[in-house]
């Protein structure tokens, strides 16, 4: 149908952003003490550079793009100008982290006075009394992408709608989205990077990981502990009740919601507020609708202070956010070409085919796939649940594989760069059948042939990094480009706090009350 509907030229339209975050570390690999560097901007207010949940968690910011070129061109111009300001700081290249001395070697980040920038260090801390601090400084890329109005519009007719053109796009995003739930494990499988930890992340606490040595664990078949029950997580969310509904639009923000409005025990029992300190911005299932945490989301661009259920409500699905791929510590940018010519496919695969029904046991299944993955992925003898029974993974993974060929043969037909789709796809069916290394499995091996640890190997990559940039410095004018948006995020910064400001508890209120 989309091919009949012009594809190419509509896909044109199509956008794509990363957000990828990194680590500032000294130079000696410890997590860095060090406040954002100045010369980068104010984090509250710079639209490219800002900081995740610690202070040295630094995050790139792409604008969408409508080619991969020009998204990884501005990635690698906003790593240059960054690296022109650091001194001896350098970036982790990995997904699990550098050496951390426990918690309170974490500083959260600092959006300054403003109650909206008290309000997003509030929920930072928040997350640390609920969570723990430790998962919180694991990194990794978003890949967001949205496809144009035209299509959308064309699709519509072609099916011949009713309703409005907004509902029919969030529906169709909505079954995207559980397409990309239901499969999703073959992200970890095929780019995951994360499959040992250096032994400082696990603070002494007992583990089911094995000791590879030097003060690395890891576990045999891992792809992507990120993904894991060591890293990112809805553990603690599911213990509390929190359980959200992807069937359809409506359905996500009400069970979203709710998770928001209900009061929850073991939260209450940190408490909000003690002697003006904040502890958590309330004491619900989630403080705001981003504490849900989900290998992918439904997205739409805010207005100001809007909430995102909001938002949602309002003007409808507005693009797609991946949030499942690891740092890749083989490309400096922590993200290559190939990657996100997959990827966009990948999404376009994921809009074509149709779209389950995600009952609470489908949704247990999808969730127990990605963990098995995340785990043990590696292990060729590993077989994967769906609602018609088990099917091993590469015999899954061979299927999508193959079923995405026609999709990627009809966007090289417009590619100005060649059959970069049709590559791209090739090197992860080369994965699948084993004839080019999945990175968790590379990373084992060069570990083991150097007889080094985590943080050797890690600390190595980084520093080649750290050089690959240094020794490509922007140009004079780029430079000043740059070094003027910062400017301009200063003085937007500086006229936020100047503006009176209500009670805190006041503008919480009035927030929440939306």
């Not at 994360?194 to 690395?216: D, I, K, M, R, W």
């Not at 098995?372 to 299927?399: E, F």
């Amino acid at each position: 149908m989309l091919r009949e509907a012009g594809a190419p030229r509509l896909l044109r339209g199509s956008r794509i952003g990363i957000e990828k975050e990194s680590l500032r570390v000294s130079s000696d690999g410890v997590i860095a003490q060090t406040p954002h560097p100045q010369a980068l901007g104010a984090t509250l207010t710079h639209p490219n550079v800002t900081t995740d949940y610690a202070e040295p968690l630094t995050e790139f910011i792409t604008r969408p793009h409508r080619s991969i070129p020009d998204v990884m061109h501005e990635l690698d111009e906003l790593h240059r100008w960054v690296y022109s300001h650091l001194r001896d700081e350098i970036f982790w290249a990995t997904s699990m982290p550098c050496i951390l001395r426990g918690e309170e070697s974490i500083r959260i980040a600092d959006y300054g006075p403003s109650n909206l920038g008290m309000m997003k260090t509030v929920y930072r801390r928040g997350l640390g009394y609920r969570y723990g601090k430790m998962m919180q400084v694991i990194a990794g890329v978003h890949f967001n992408y949205s496809f144009s109005d035209d299509l959308w519009q064309v699709l519509y007719e072609m099916e011949g709608a009713t309703g409005s053109l907004q509902d029919y796009r969030s529906a169709n995003y909505m079954a995207m989205l559980r397409n990309l739930k239901c499969f999703g494990w073959l992200v970890p499988y095929l780019f995951g990077a994360s499959p040992a930890v250096c032994e400082s992340f696990l603070e002494g606490n007992p583990t089911t990981l094995e000791y590879l040595g030097h003060g690395t664990y890891f576990e045999s078949f891992a792809t992507s502990l990120r993904l894991g029950d060591i890293g990112y997580q809805n553990k603690r969310e599911e213990e509390t009740g929190v359980d959200i509904d992807f069937q359809t639009l409506s359905n996500y923000i009400a069970t979203l919601e709710q998770a928001i409005e209900t009061s929850c025990p073991i939260y209450e029992s940190i408490g909000i507020e003690e002697n003006g300190y904040y502890k958590q911005l309330n004491t619900k299932l989630l403080q705001i609708e981003n504490e849900y945490y989900c290998s992918v989301r439904p997205k739409v661009i805010l207005d100001g202070l809007e909430k995102p259920v909001r938002a949602l409500q309002r003007r409808g699905i507005e693009y797609i956010e991946l949030r499942s791929v690891d740092l890749n510590v083989f490309d400096p940018l922590g993200v290559n070409e190939q990657q996100l010519y997959f990827l966009e496919a990948l999404m376009i695969y994921a809009l074509l085919q149709p779209s389950p029904i995600m009952t609470k046991d489908v949704a247990a299944l999808v969730e127990n796939n990605l963990q098995l993955v995340a785990h043990s992925g590696r292990d060729p003898q590993l077989t994967l649940t769906r609602k018609d029974g088990k099917v091993g993974l590469r015999d899954w993974a061979n299927r999508i594989l193959y079923d995405m060929q026609e999709i990627c043969s009809w966007l090289d037909e417009n590619s100005p760069t060649g059959r970069c789709y049709s590559l791209a796809l090739k090197q992860q069916q080369d994965k699948v059948a084993g004839l080019v290394e999945i990175p968790s499995t590379r990373m084992l091996d060069i570990m083991r042939a150097n007889k080094e640890s985590f943080f050797e190997f890690a600390m190595r990559q980084s520093q080649m990094v750290a050089q690959h940039f240094r020794d490509r410095p922007l140009t004079e004018e780029k430079q000043r480009h740059f070094d003027a948006l910062a400017e301009q995020s200063r003085a937007q910064y500086e006229s936020i706090n100047a503006e009176p400001q209500k009670p805190f508890d006041v503008f919480l209120q009035e927030y929440f009350s939306q």
